[in-house]
Every structure is written in C-alpha cells, then in structure tokens.
C-alpha cells in the first residue's frame, strides 16, 4: 500500500514559469516532509523539506506547502530553470527523521522548456 | 573519498545465482543505508547501519538478502539466489552519525537485472 502518492507521473513548463508538483499522503502519523531530485544516472539529493508543526518552508526559489488537513503537500518551483529538469521525490517520516524510516512517492518527472 | 561510490553501475544475472553490490560511503560517515528502487516505484529501504553494525534491518524483504558493514565503512548487499523481482536500482546512502533525513548523500546506485 503506497502511504505517499505522487498521481501526476510528468509535468511539462515553459522556462521562466511556475512548476507546481503535488504528493498526497494516508499515514496521520507523518511529521516530517521532504522533496528529494534525481538527475539521470545519480543518486537523489536532498532539496527541501517541512515539518508537520510549519505550512510553509521557502528555500530561494523553492517553496513547500504543507495542508495537514488535506493530507496533501506541494512543492512551487519559480521561476523555473532548465537545469531543475529532473525526476522530483516526495518522501514522509513520522516520528523521527533518519532515513531508516522514509516512505517515497513513485516521482513526478520535470521537464522545463527553454 | 568526495561522494558516496557504489559497485558495480550494471549487473546483469541469471536467476538462481548470487549477487554482492558494494557500496563506499563518504569517509568520516558512521551511518549507512541501502534502499532499492524498482521500476516505476520510488525508493524503500532495505536496512541501515551505525558504525558496524545493522540498527535497522526491518526493511529487507527476505532471507535471501543480507548486508554487512564489517569494519564501519564499506558495506556489501548481499542476494542469495536471485529472482526476477529482484531486478532494480540498489541504492546506497550515508550520513554523519545517523543524522538527518536531509543530509543524506545518496550513490547513483547499482542496476540488477535478474534474468
């Protein structure tokens, strides 16, 4: 059963605009959020994250959204750049944040047009 | 050495036999993870290690998988006879002390294709 959920598998945007990625999570427990970017043939890296306790975390052009209510979070990326072309994990711990208990979303991947 | 280093990039196998994966972490790290990607899926952890030993094994699905960390740095995924369902990217990641989620250095991972 996937607790994280990221439905739209791509998103396509014009250089300059706003990237809007959305992942959607069951577990109530959870209370530590994290976006992850994968280039092709390396591992992910780290980019931002959100605790349960704070509904937004700004990052220069990176900016989390927590609803807690919604079981819903989003990551806004503006103005987009050619260089965030990537593959975007959503991941969500609850209780403690090592990374022996982070549960993935299945990725949206990134593509900005020059 | 400057990034975590995995070994080896591709491993292409018959079903039924063994596999090791190696994974060298950022010098300095005591703690250590492997997570394992399959197609389509995001990452799910496997196991995780501080120092030389497994704190966290919860993850491995079965006891044909095993991994070890004898001297607190290089550690070996271990896959006693292969399966199809194995075939994925075996990923690697370290961190000072056990610390954050968000200080995880990941590898680029080790791709099984299991025939």
């Known amino acids: 059963d996937q607790q994280v959920k990221q439905n739209s598998p791509s998103l396509s945007v014009q250089e300059g605009r706003i990237s809007i990625l959305n992942c959607d999570y069951t577990n109530s427990m959870f209370d530590y959020f994290l976006w992850y970017k994968k280039y092709p043939a390396e591992g992910p890296t780290f980019l931002i994250s959100?605790?349960?306790?704070?509904d937004k975390n700004e990052d220069g052009r990176f900016t989390v959204f927590l609803n807690k209510s919604a079981k819903h979070l989003s990551l806004h990326i503006v103005p987009s750049q050619p260089g965030d072309s990537a593959v975007y994990f959503c991941?969500?711990?609850?209780?403690?944040?090592?990374?022996?208990?982070?549960?993935f979303g299945t990725g949206t991947r990134l593509t900005v047009i020059p | 050495g400057a990034g975590v280093s995995q070994t080896p990039s591709n491993k292409v196998t018959e079903k039924g036999k063994y596999v090791e994966l190696r994974c060298d972490p950022i010098s300095g790290h005591t703690a250590l993870y492997w997570y394992r990607q399959s197609l389509g899926q995001g990452p799910e952890f496997l196991i995780y290690f501080q120092g030389t030993g497994a704190a966290d094994d919860s993850g491995l699905p079965n006891d044909r998988f095993f991994a070890v960390r004898p001297e607190g740095s290089v550690s070996t995924l271990k896959i006693q006879r292969t399966e199809r369902g194995d075939s994925a990217v075996y990923l690697c990641?370290?961190?000072?002390?056990?610390?954050?989620?968000?200080?995880?250095?990941f590898g680029a991972g080790s791709r099984l294709t299991v025939l």
């Open positions: 959100i605790s349960s306790i704070k």
């Open positions: 991941a969500a711990s609850a209780g403690k944040t090592g990374a022996n208990n982070l549960f």
């Open positions: 990641a370290s961190s000072p002390s056990g610390a954050g989620a968000n200080v995880l250095t």
